[in-house]
T-cell receptor, first 118, second 114 residues
Framework: NAGVTQTPKFQVLKTGQSMTLQCAQD?????MYWYRQDPGMGLRLIYY???????DKGEVPNGYNVSRLNKREFSLRLESAAPSQTSVYFC?????????????????FGPGTRLTVL | AQTVTQSQPEMSVQEAETVTLSCTYD???????LFWYKQPPSRQMILVIR??????QNATENRFSVNFQKAAKSFSLKISDSQLGDTAMYFCAFMSQAGTALIFGKGTTLSVSS
């Protein structure tokens, strides 16, 4: 199993350009997430998808859109990139259990995409 | 809103020594999950250890253990017999039982030297 894969690994954009970050998981997880990591800030949630067909905003959604293409794939789109979106982007997936006594809820992360916007 | 605080931006330790990384959190919930993730220079996020809040027993994974103090809302990570490969940034993270996403602290950079 590849786990969570992300493409590309690195990208440089000019201000105003658009691009889509791709994420796929092969663990049959229902939930998928996009985080960004900035120096000194830890990881912050951009968007998440609790299940196929649903998406919800996280802490820092402005400037981004997402698509849950199917159960495996969850893409993140920057319509008009800005220097403030320079960051490392992580995709993650998990199987959420709300039973209260479950050992699930671990999130598995992809290798990340380093994006620079000039 | 839940918050996670890691008060030690950087720490250093010698090989074979023991080090403890601190984490405190704030929540009004009674059931939740706590995690420590390791991020080496490769950038990959790796789960180190997990604790369910309803369990009183502290979680352990080989050289890694936690001191979970629910009343104090404290969740520290102890690394015993430190190895060079433990050099990484360590993140404490919280997930509510009702929520779906992780809330991360800002991280602690740990350097292990020989």
């Amino acid at each position: 199993n590849a786990g969570v894969t992300q493409t590309p690994k690195f990208q440089v954009l000019k201000t105003g350009q658009s691009m889509t970050l791709q994420c796929a998981q092969d663990m049959n997880h229902n939930s998928m997430y996009w985080y960004r990591q900035d120096p000194g800030m830890g990881l912050r949630l951009i968007y998440y998808s609790a299940s196929e067909g649903t998406t919800d905003k996280g802490e820092v959604p402005n400037g981004y859109n997402v698509s849950r293409l199917n159960k495996r794939e969850f893409s993140l789109r920057l319509e008009s990139a800005a220097p403030s979106q320079t960051s490392v982007y992580f995709c993650a997936s998990s199987e959420i259990s709300r039973s209260g006594r479950s050992s699930y809820n671990e999130q598995f992360f992809g290798p990340g995409t380093r994006l620079t916007v000039l | 809103a839940q918050t996670v605080t890691q008060s030690q931006p950087e720490m250093s330790v010698q090989e074979a020594e023991t080090v403890t990384l601190s984490c405190t959190y704030d929540t009004s919930e009674s059931n939740y999950y706590l995690f420590w993730y390791k991020q080496p220079p490769s950038r990959q996020m790796i789960l180190v250890i997990r604790q369910e809040a309803y369990k009183q027993q502290n979680a352990t994974e080989n050289r890694f253990s936690v001191n979970f103090q629910k009343a104090a809302k404290s969740f520290s990570l102890k690394i015993s017999d430190s190895q060079l490969g433990d050099t990484a940034m360590y993140f404490c993270a919280f997930m509510s039982q009702a929520g779906t996403a992780l809330i991360f602290g800002k991280g602690t950079t740990l350097s292990v030297s020989s």
